[in-house]
């Protein structure tokens, strides 16, 4: 853990282990650079960051190493450096770890047994002359920790580079690496971060109305042109221009519509070939035709008359009316078609007539009373069947007889008649048919009688209807009134 001189947190690391771990010594350079010391046993992450640093094995969970580790001052892990390995038992004494100004590292400490003390690739073993796990032996360790530099030379160059090492190099290369000393006696290694730059060609691609102006040329034809320059690194650099040179175009369209179409903000409703001048996406003229085809939506009307019922797209109409049907043409427009429907009622007929002697009926003559039927087609041209309840009156004749006495008179039909013979009239009766009466006259003669009588002179007797008041035989007829009137 780090405080700063105030007391204030600054930082803390911890080693990963799931073993021992047993710090002794903790120490700091001029660089403020941290250093820690001690032993463990099994195996130990020293990299207290995110990264992994394994030193030991877990399969030596008995043995002890000695171990130091550095960190930045900011508690960046450095390094880590065991030594002492696969002793029994190494161990040191608190504050027996030193730091000299060259950064020199010194080590006192004891173990047992023998061990390699060489924390590097190398081997160098240290062995206890009496092989026994309770007899220790000192050690004392020095390690260098010069301050080796490293630094990278960046050089970008055309063709090739001649560098410290003598060499000529044609290509580029980051692995090259040349050691000189630094002021502090340690190794600097300097690594050549070399860049060749070879002669470029860059080709440009273009496109252009008519003509286009470069490299202070005018080229009207499509094709691939050559510039020679130098690039920015002063090497030799050809620019190659992919020239397209558009001419102006034009674009043809069929479209088919309904009605009416709006196209660049006007609306057509004829068909027809339009013209659009435009700009192409190019930036160039470009003229638009187009063959426009314009289909009318369909408006018809249809009169049917019909009996009784009507069929029409799928639906049966009983009454008159007015229908509309909505479809569309072949060419996709709408269509309405309207239907004026006239229904006419098919229809029965009951009539009743009355006749005398017979009845002449659409070509039928009937002479008896009863029901007869008709079919037949109405003024609408629809069905009709006539019933007809027919009545049928015999005409009457009688005959009757009228005695009358001679001199008498009968009034017949308007007439006085006084004489024998037969008398007919037709009369219409109350069934409205010929009506024949016939009276035969039949005249009887008169009584006779004869009256004897005397009267005084100078007198005067009334007989039947005059008076007599003479001698003699006279001959007087009764007036006879009218006794009958037929």
């Known amino acids: 853990m780090k405080l700063d001189s105030n007391g204030n947190f600054l930082w803390a690391k911890s080693f990963k282990t799931n073993h021992q771990v047993i710090g002794c010594t903790i120490k700091t350079d001029k660089y403020g650079d941290v250093y820690t010391s001690g032993f463990f046993n099994?195996?130990?992450?020293?990299?207290?960051?995110p990264g992994?640093?394994?030193?030991?094995?877990?399969?030596?969970?008995?043995t002890y190493n000695i171990f130091i580790s550095k960190l930045d001052s900011?508690?960046?892990?450095?390094?880590?450096?065991?030594?002492?390995?696969?002793?029994?038992?190494?161990?040191?004494?608190?504050?027996?770890?030193?730091?000299?100004?060259?950064?020199?590292?010194?080590?006192?400490?004891?173990?047992?047994?023998?061990?390699?003390?060489?924390?590097?690739?190398?081997?160098?073993?240290?062995?206890v002359p009496i092989q026994s796990y309770d007899i220790v032996d000192i050690f004392v360790l020095k390690l260098s920790q010069c301050q080796a530099s490293a630094d990278t030379l960046k050089v970008s160059t055309c063709h090739s580079y001649t560098w410290f090492d003598g060499k000529t190099y044609t290509k580029s290369t980051d692995t090259a690496k040349y050691i000189i000393e630094n002021k502090a006696g340690c190794d600097s290694i300097i690594t050549l971060n070399l860049t060749i730059l070879k002669p470029?060609?860059?080709?440009?691609?273009?496109?252009?109305?008519?003509?286009?102006?470069?490299?202070?040329?005018?080229?009207?034809?499509?094709?691939?042109?050559?510039?020679?320059?130098?690039?920015v690194q002063g090497c030799d650099s050809t620019v190659l221009?992919?020239?397209?040179?558009?001419?102006?175009?034009?674009?043809?369209?069929?479209?088919?519509?309904?009605?009416?179409?709006?196209?660049?903000?006007?609306?057509?409703?004829?068909?027809?070939i339009y013209f659009f001048d435009t700009i192409s996406t190019r930036g160039c003229d470009s003229t638009v035709m187009l063959?426009?085809?314009?289909?009318?939506?369909?408006?018809?009307?249809?009169?049917?008359?019909?009996?009784?019922?009507?069929?029409?797209?799928?639906?049966?109409?009983?009454?008159?009316?007015?229908?509309?049907?909505?479809?569309?043409?072949?060419?996709?427009?709408?269509?309405?078609?309207?239907?004026?429907?006239?229904?006419?009622?098919?229809?029965?007929?009951a009539l009743s007539q009355s006749a005398c002697d017979s009845y002449t009926?659409?070509?039928?003559?009937?002479?008896?009373?009863?029901?007869?039927?008709?079919?037949?087609?109405?003024?609408?041209?629809?069905?009709?069947?006539?019933?007809?309840?027919?009545?049928i009156t015999d005409h009457i004749e009688r005959s009757d007889t009228i005695n009358i006495c001679e001199g008498d008179s009968i009034k017949i039909f308007g007439n006085w008649i006084a004489k024998e013979g037969e008398i007919s009239e037709i009369f219409t009766s109350s069934a409205g048919c010929d009506s024949i009466q016939t009276y035969n006259i039949s005249v009887r003669p008169l009584p006779s009688g004869q009256i004897a009588g005397r009267i005084c002179e100078?007198?005067?007797?009334?007989?039947?209807?005059?008076?007599?008041d003479t001698p003699g035989t006279f001959t007087v007829k009764k007036p006879i009134l009218p006794v009958a009137t037929a």
């Open 42 to 49: 099994g195996e130990v992450d020293f990299d207290p960051g």
């Open 52 to 62: 992994i640093y394994n030193l030991g094995s877990f399969l030596l969970p008995l």
């Open 74 to 127: 900011n508690g960046d892990y450095v390094w880590t450096l065991d030594f002492g390995k696969y002793t029994h038992y190494g161990w040191y004494p608190d504050n027996s770890f030193f730091l000299d100004k060259s950064n020199n590292l010194y080590l006192i400490g004891c173990f047992n047994i023998s061990g390699d003390f060489d924390p590097g690739p190398d081997t160098f073993n240290l062995i």
């Open 200 to 231: 470029d060609s860059t080709t440009v691609y273009h496109e252009a109305c008519k003509n286009y102006e470069w490299k202070g040329n005018t080229l009207a034809q499509s094709g691939i042109y050559q510039y020679d320059t130098l690039n």
């Open 241 to 272: 221009l992919n020239l397209t040179i558009t001419k102006p175009d034009t674009i043809s369209i069929s479209y088919a519509t309904c009605d009416s179409y709006i196209w660049h903000n006007y609306q057509y409703e004829q068909s027809g």
């Open 291 to 349: 063959n426009l085809t314009i289909n009318d939506s369909k408006k018809s009307e249809s009169f049917q008359t019909s009996c009784d019922s009507y069929l029409w797209n799928g639906n049966t109409y009983t009454q008159s009316g007015i229908y509309q049907y909505k479809t569309q043409t072949i060419s996709g427009c709408d269509s309405t078609i309207t239907l004026n429907l006239t229904i006419n009622k098919s229809n029965n007929i």
């Open 361 to 391: 009926w659409n070509g039928n003559n009937y002479d008896q009373s009863g029901s007869y039927t008709y079919q037949t087609i109405n003024s609408a041209g629809c069905d009709s069947m006539v019933t007809i309840n027919l009545i």
């Open 458 to 468: 100078g007198d005067s007797v009334y007989i039947i209807d005059r008076w007599f």
